[in-house]
């Protein structure tokens, strides 16, 4: 399957670590700070349809900004997953973020994101560069931080 232009997909990370404990760094929203540079403050219930209020590094500067998507998808210990969409229906962007299990003490991640409508393509353009840039950090992130905490037990 060809992969739309406006898809972002991180590095694919393979993490020394099951897929329950990645699952618990990812979702333990009040330690995003100790490992996410990109995405160093989260704040939700992690309930679907609930807001996803994200501290981001802001694009092309190291200025921090406030984005608020919705919860479309939980699925532990495997996929996380939610989407912004524009009032005006310009453009919806859809991040999924997917931990699988390599057997019972290995684990890999990766985060895909896609811009979707007619402002898709310009939202791209604007920010394609700098989103990937961040989700490799995230991925990098978390697999130090799960790793870590797995290697304690």
């Known amino acids: 399957m060809e992969r739309p232009a406006t898809l972002v997909a991180s590095t694919k990370v393979e993490i020394e670590a099951p ?3 990645t ?3 990812l979702t333990d929203l009040k330690r995003y700070r100790e490992w996410n540079t990109f995405c160093p403050g989260i704040e939700s219930t992690l309930e679907v349809g609930d807001p996803v ?3 981001v590094m802001a694009p092309n500067s190291t200025e921090l900004s406030t984005a ?3 919860l479309v998808v939980v699925e532990p210990p495997r996929r996380l997953c939610w989407e912004a969409r524009m009032p005006d ?3 919806v962007a859809r991040r999924d973020q997917y931990i699988d299990p390599l057997g019972p003490e290995r684990s890999s991640y990766f985060t895909v994101d896609v811009f979707l ?3 898709g393509n310009e939202l791209m353009d604007q920010i ?3 989103a990937k840039a961040g989700f490799d ?3 990098r992130g978390l697999k130090r931080q799960a790793e870590a905490l797995h290697s304690k037990k």
Do not use: F, Q, S, Y
């Open 53 to 55: 209020i994200m501290t």
């Open 89 to 91: 229906g310009t453009v």
């Open 68 to 70: 608020v998507e919705h």
């Open 128 to 130: 394609g560069v700098w």
């Open 19 to 21: 897929a329950e404990v």
């Open 117 to 119: 409508g007619p402002g």
């Open 137 to 139: 950090t995230v991925a």
């Open 23 to 25: 699952w618990g760094v």
